[in-house]
Antibody, heavy 115, light 108 residues
Framework: QVQLQESGPGLVKPSETLSLTCTVS????????WSWIRQPAGKGLEWVGR???????NYNPSLKSRVTMSVDTSKNQFSLKLSSVTAADTAVYYC?????????WGQGTLVTVSS | EIVLTHSPGTLSLSPGERATLSCRAS???????LAWYQQKPGQAPRLLIY???SRATGIPDRFSGSGSGTDFTLTISRLEPEDFAVYYC?????????FGQGTKVEIK
């Protein structure tokens, strides 16, 4: 059974860079698309973007200028960096495995942007 | 990007009743690449339906999806206590993938 676990700071200062890592267990990270989805408290879901293990990326245009995703196949991990954060970036961030449909999700990690 | 609109925003029903949730797209969803997810408080979403009408692995047959083009429906034939949750549709036919704002199914 594929399991995903997000990790990273729960508090980030405005204008700084949010960095999260997702560790995948139960299967190899190779050969799949891996995504980040976020959800502000009490609100809906927003697809941040995805990357294939070859390095191909697709980012949401609304965030594209600030997002970088990367993968480390040796550690079975993939990562998200979101730069120049503001309070509007405060959300639960989920990592996921997807093929368009999102069939494996991490439990989510809350990231708060505040000074 | 494709905007998905749920209706109603909240559905108040009793266990055993039938629930009908609607998701309308601002433009046609390519190849009916439309999925439905269930989310309970404090949990990640769970995939229920993909391709507009195919049930995901392990999903009970009281959940069914239908529709095409711009209009899609999720039906729960008889609500069980564990079905009270928020439901989201998602399109994955055109990047960026987008989600609707959700329909909350609450106990009446």
């Amino acid at each position: 059974q594929v399991q995903l676990q997000e990790s990273g700071p729960g508090l980030v200062k405005p204008s700084e860079t949010l960095s999260l890592t997702c560790t995948v267990s139960g299967d190899s990270i190779s050969g799949y698309y891996w995504s980040w989805i976020r959800q502000p408290a009490g609100k809906g879901l927003e697809w941040v973007g995805r990357m294939y293990t070859s390095g191909t990326t697709n980012y949401n245009p609304s965030l594209k200028s600030r997002v970088t995703m990367s993968v480390d196949t040796s550690k079975n991990q993939f990562s998200l960096k979101l730069s120049s954060v503001t309070a509007a970036d405060t959300a639960v961030y989920y990592c996921a495995r997807e093929a368009g449909i999102i069939n494996y999700w991490g439990q989510g990690t809350l990231v708060t942007v505040s000074s | 990007e494709i905007v998905l609109t749920h209706s109603p925003g909240t559905l108040s029903l009793s266990p055993g009743e039938r629930a009908t949730l609607s998701c309308r797209a601002s433009q046609s969803v390519s190849s009916n690449y439309l999925a439905w997810y269930q989310q309970k408080p404090g949990q990640a979403p769970r995939l229920l339906i993909y391709g507009a009408s195919s049930r995901a692995t392990g999903i009970p047959d009281r959940f069914s999806g239908s529709g095409s083009g711009t209009d899609f429906t999720l039906t729960i034939s008889r609500l069980e206590p564990e079905d009270f949750a928020v439901y989201y549709c998602q399109q994955y036919g055109s990047s960026p993938w987008t989600f609707g704002q959700g329909t909350k199914v609450e106990i009446k």
